[in-house]
């Protein structure tokens, strides 16, 4: 019997492609490489990069990098760990990657940043002598063309060569039509000054509506210089702007521990994290992070695993608990056993499920890269048709057609639309940073205005995110300020996060007196002598009497911690802690609802305390999602999207980063975790969750002015290209409109500087 031949496993590579500068770069390119057989591509616009699965018997990494420069673009394979050592969360594939799309980038910014020094240094004079003839001394023109050749060549030269590669494809773009407006106005002037008269020594040139008859004697170097020195400025932002979403995969991978403390022979050694094997044991003391996922073998501690889980309660451990690396270890000493390494931890498969997110979200396409495969091949159409109706159906001559012909491509070209987004954007996030708001990019501006749900974690967004005392109930016998008192003298001596609140409660009412004996049993509790007396803190003893079991059972239901007292044997009180709503959050709430968005509460909390929360702060009971782990977040966020809501998220720990990243929306809160921050679309560095509706305001605000700036800039265009095309329009006018249009564009943003908050925070 014949046997059948498994499938052959597709291999994955990421590439880095650099050079791309709108989403339809982005899109040529993976047409191209899904069109190579047995090649499964995405290519990501604002990450730079394409995730690649391919057939090895067909196709290798050498022919994929090749296909997209065949495209007109530059790629490599992102860096992999090529010794046999597991690689450390700061070593693998993602890290090394990613170092090198940032380093593409931040090159392309530092050359962008250069050319539009250089060109805005020159476009000032040049427009100047240009445009005030009391300024035009004898063969002024021959400098203004001097000082624009460099603009032309070398500052214009991205614009040349998109325009070239989308060429090459039957593409379109507003790169096109930069480099043939540009062209058209330098090639004019060049014929002026060598064959017309405009190269004549004590030529002036003034303002008038129509072109000259039949003179070759005007020139429009002014225009070139000013359309590419303002398009620079507009690519330089948009480069700044892109690719944000990289720092949160580098900044969680540097939340791992750097070295280790391992067993060898007896003997402590310190080693790279890189270098640990399953079923070493390393040491972990007070205060230093956990290197890797493992198992306690020895040791009893409480850790900090909010990092992961977003519960602020520190988890207690001892022999035989499952550890993760990264996390906090905040009291005890512990040996731990290896048991994952490498990609395999929880820390590098979070670093995976933002990727993972990040990759998921379709780049949203700019309005004027859509346009533009209709407006750019239109203009040209109406400037080729302008030329041969002159020189066909008018007696006027060469020189006017060609003048109208120009013209038309002077007065079409988008230095308003290439101003529209990042002047409106500028001034936009520059008022959102006065107010604490920290928008990053245009493609968020599109989101908050589609956004209906907003999903908030709980512990850190809602809550404080800081453990604190809720309720004190003393036993009959008893008096609250003894309670207190003494189980601070106790908890004094102990580092773990819950005494730590006691301690300070008891520091703002009551004097503390001094313990001894103090004793640290693992997983029952705290003991010592408090002015002669045994005071133990923990679990119950025996039964509870009904006033202390009511507000222990209280406290569990509705999410809080609770820990016994026991005076001389004798339960003396309950103290209940808990993470305490943040007092805005409520009217955050409101305001949320105001816009129009379902709030919902998605916490890694117990549900007890999830739906205490939502209580407080006005959330439905429905809207509230409890007990998830990080992958669980994506999850629901999925989820939420799959039912056709456009969803945004609220957080501020490592554990939401993978669900900012998925969600529509993401917003961090600034006093979270910097993955948290980096992962998300809008941070907001206040803390306060009611800037969550002035970002939402705001951004809203600010995509309006853009929409408005597109439109004008458009109608513009639309207006004044008959009129150009009909012979009436002076190609220098053209370019004084064209200035006037940009001019309009930078003073409709300018409104944003007048935005308020809705809760009068100071700006």
């Not at 805005?120 to 009391?134: Q, T």
Request: net charge negative; proline share 4%.
């Amino acid at each position: 019997m014949p046997q059948t031949q498994a499938p052959l496993e597709l291999l994955q590579v990421d590439l880095g492609v650099t050079g791309m500068t709108c989403t339809s770069c982005s899109s040529r390119v993976e047409r191209k490489l899904n069109k190579v057989e047995g090649v499964e591509a995405s290519v990501n616009f604002a990450t730079e990069s394409a995730s690649v699965k391919y057939d090895p018997t067909k196709v290798d990494t050498g022919q994929l990098i090749e296909t997209i420069r065949n495209t007109g673009y530059d790629a490599f394979a992102m860096k992999t760990d090529t010794t046999e050592e597991s690689p450390g969360p700061g070593e693998n594939l993602m890290a090394g990657g990613q170092s090198q799309i940032d380093a593409a980038r931040e090159a392309e910014a530092a050359d962008l940043k250069h050319r539009l020094i250089v060109s805005a240094l020159l476009a000032v004079p040049i427009m100047l002598l240009s445009m005030v003839p009391a300024l035009q001394f004898n063969n002024w023109q021959w400098a203004v063309l001097t000082m624009t050749t460099p603009v032309y060549f070398w500052g214009g030269a991205p614009f040349h060569r998109a325009t070239l590669v989308n060429l090459r494809h039957g593409s379109f773009t507003m790169d096109t039509l930069v480099s043939l407006g540009t062209t058209a106005a330098y090639l004019w002037s060049l014929w002026a000054l060598f064959i017309g008269n405009a190269g004549m020594p004590g030529m002036k040139m003034e303002m008038h509506l129509l072109p000259s008859a039949s003179t070759m004697d005007e020139i429009y170097l002014e225009t070139v210089a000013v359309v590419i020195a303002f398009l620079l400025l507009g690519r330089w932002f948009e480069t700044r702007a892109k690719g944000q979403s990289s720092e949160a995969l580098r900044t969680l991978l540097d939340m791992g521990a750097k070295d280790a403390a391992v067993l060898r022979d007896g003997a402590e050694v310190h080693v790279p994290v890189s270098r640990l094997k399953v079923g070493d044991i390393f040491i972990t003391r007070p205060g230093e992070k956990i290197a890797t996922d493992g198992t306690v073998t020895e040791g009893s501690s409480a850790v900090d695993e909010s990092m992961l889980t977003g519960e602020s309660v520190p988890v207690e451990v001892s022999k035989g608990s499952k550890v993760t690396g990264a996390t906090l270890n905040t009291s005890g000493r512990l040996l731990v056993e290896v048991t994952r390494v490498g990609a395999d931890t929880t820390l590098s498969q979070m670093a995976r499920l933002v990727t993972d997110a990040q990759s998921k979200k379709a780049p949203v396409q700019r309005l004027v890269d859509q346009i533009s495969q209709i407006f750019v091949p239109t203009v040209i159409g109406i400037s080729i048709l302008t030329l041969l109706a002159h020189i066909f159906f008018t007696d006027a001559g060469l020189a006017p057609a060609f003048t109208a012909a120009v013209a038309v491509l002077i007065i079409a070209c988008p230095c308003a639309l290439g101003l529209a987004t990042p002047t409106a954007l500028l001034v936009g996030t520059g008022r959102g940073a006065q107010m604490g708001l920290l928008i990053k990019g245009p493609e968020i501006l599109e989101s908050t205005k589609k956004v209906d749900t907003i999903v908030m974690d709980k512990t850190g967004t809602v809550t404080s995110g800081a453990m604190s005392v809720s309720e004190i109930t003393a036993a009959p016998g008893f008096e609250e300020e003894e309670v207190l008192a003494k189980a601070a003298a106790v908890e004094s001596a102990s580092e773990h996060p819950i005494a730590q609140a006691i301690v300070r409660e008891a520091e703002r009412s009551v004097p503390v007196p001094e313990v001894s004996a103090f004793n640290n049993t693992a997983g029952q509790g705290v003991s010592g002598t408090v002015e002669g007396q045994t005071v133990t803190i923990g679990r119950p003893a025996g039964s509870l009497e009904p006033t202390l079991q009511h507000a222990f059972d209280a406290a569990q239901e509705q999410g809080g911690t609770p820990v016994v007292i026991q005076i001389e044997d004798k339960n003396a009180g309950v103290i209940t802690i808990r993470d305490t709503v943040k007092k805005t959050s409520a009217e955050a709430v409101a305001g949320l609802k105001e816009l129009g968005l379902t709030p919902m509460l998605l916490t890694g909390d117990n549900a007890g305390a999830a739906r205490a929360v939502a209580a407080e702060v006005g959330i439905d009971p429905e809207h509230v999602i409890a007990e998830v782990m990080p992958e669980e977040k994506v999850a629901q966020i999925e989820k939420l999207q799959a039912q056709g809501k456009n969803v945004a998220m609220v957080g501020d720990g490592v554990n939401d980063a993978a669900a900012l990243a998925q969600a529509d929306l993401g917003l961090a809160m600034g006093a979270g975790t910097d993955v948290a921050i980096e992962a998300s679309d809008i941070t907001l560095m206040n803390n306060d969750l009611r800037s969550t509706v002035d970002a939402i305001r705001l951004s809203r605000r600010t995509l309006g002015i853009i929409r408005g700036n597109l439109f004008w800039a458009f109608a513009y265009n639309v207006a004044l290209i008959p009129v150009a095309a009909l012979g009436l329009l002076n190609p220098m006018l053209a370019g004084v409109a064209m200035a006037f249009s940009s001019v309009f564009v930078v003073l409709n943003s300018l409104r944003l500087r007048g935005f308020r908050s809705s809760h009068g925070a100071a700006a």
